[in-house]
Every structure is written in structure tokens, then in C-alpha cells.
């Protein structure tokens, strides 16, 4: 297992993350790579890289989710993040992305995100295993 660290520039910052994970699967044999993020404010997601498409994503997840109502987490904590913390039950803090042959086997259109949450920057850690094909499965 090993970590991908990534810097955020702050709430509903989106990141590109296939290239870095394209360049980790290199040399690899067919198989599944696992990635998890390590955080409750921040989501992973798979869709296409569009401009367009991605302010449609921070838009649909402000109105699922306003920032500014009354968050019972705001008042015991006082971090002003109980909508981050809510925002990210709508993504996904693990995938499992197939890989043939050295290079993840993603749709023509398939991008992975990283989607910041949280009300500030922040390092986000996300961890890296893969598990090769099992060469009987199918037989």
C-alpha cells in the first residue's frame, strides 16, 4: 500500500487525479487498483473532464446541500463544516478501478476526482493498493 498526498485550494476545488494514477499502475499486470481517501470532507467521484460539466457539479452540490444552514455540528464544534461533512455522503470515499495491462481501463470519457468539501485548504491522503487478476477466474 502507498499514499498519494494532494493539496486542495479549498471548498468545491476539484482535482484531476487519472494522470497520477495512470503513472502509479505502470509496468502493473492486469488487475483492480483500490484508492481511498482518508477524510470526511472531501469525495471521490468518476465523470467526464468538462468545465462546463464540473461547475454543474459544485452547483448541484450546493443546492443538495447549502452551506449555510443550521448544522447541529456547527454549534458543537464551531468548525463551520457540518455541510461538508454532509456533502460528502453524496460521493464516494473508495473506488476500485480495473487495470489491463499497465493502464487503468476507464470509459472514453472517464476522469477520476478529487472533490475538496471542506471550508479551507487541506492535504488530502489518499491510499493506494492493487490486487492483481487472479489468471484462474473465468476458466
Excluded: C
Excluded at 471521490?44 to 473532464?49: G, K, P, R, T
Excluded at 459544485?58 to 454549534?75: G, Q, T
Excluded at 458543537?76 to 457540518?82: E, L, Q, R, V
Excluded at 493506494?128 to 489468471?135: A, G, H, K, W
Aim: a negative charge; zero cysteines; aromatic letters at 8%.
Amino acid at each position: 500500500m502507498e499514499s498519494l498526498f494532494v493539496e486542495t485550494r479549498g471548498e468545491l476545488d476539484i482535482i484531476n487525479l487519472t494522470g497520477e494514477l495512470e503513472s502509479r499502475v505502470v509496468g502493473l499486470p492486469s488487475g483492480m487498483l483500490f484508492v481511498f481517501l482518508k477524510s470526511t470532507t472531501s469525495g471521490l467521484f468518476i465523470n467526464e473532464d468538462d468545465p462546463a460539466l464540473l461547475e454543474d457539479v459544485r452547483d448541484m452540490i450546493s443546492r443538495l446541500v447549502p452551506k449555510n444552514a443550521n448544522y447541529r455540528h456547527n454549534s458543537t464544534w464551531g468548525d463551520g463544516n457540518g455541510h461538508s461533512h454532509l456533502r460528502s455522503l453524496l460521493l464516494s470515499s473508495a473506488l476500485a478501478l480495473p487495470v489491463e495491462r499497465g493502464r487503468l481501463a476507464l470509459g472514453t470519457w472517464q476522469n477520476v476526482f478529487l472533490i475538496e468539501l471542506d471550508v479551507r485548504p487541506r492535504r488530502r491522503e489518499l491510499l493506494l493498493s492493487f490486487m492483481p487478476e487472479d489468471e484462474s477466474f473465468g476458466r
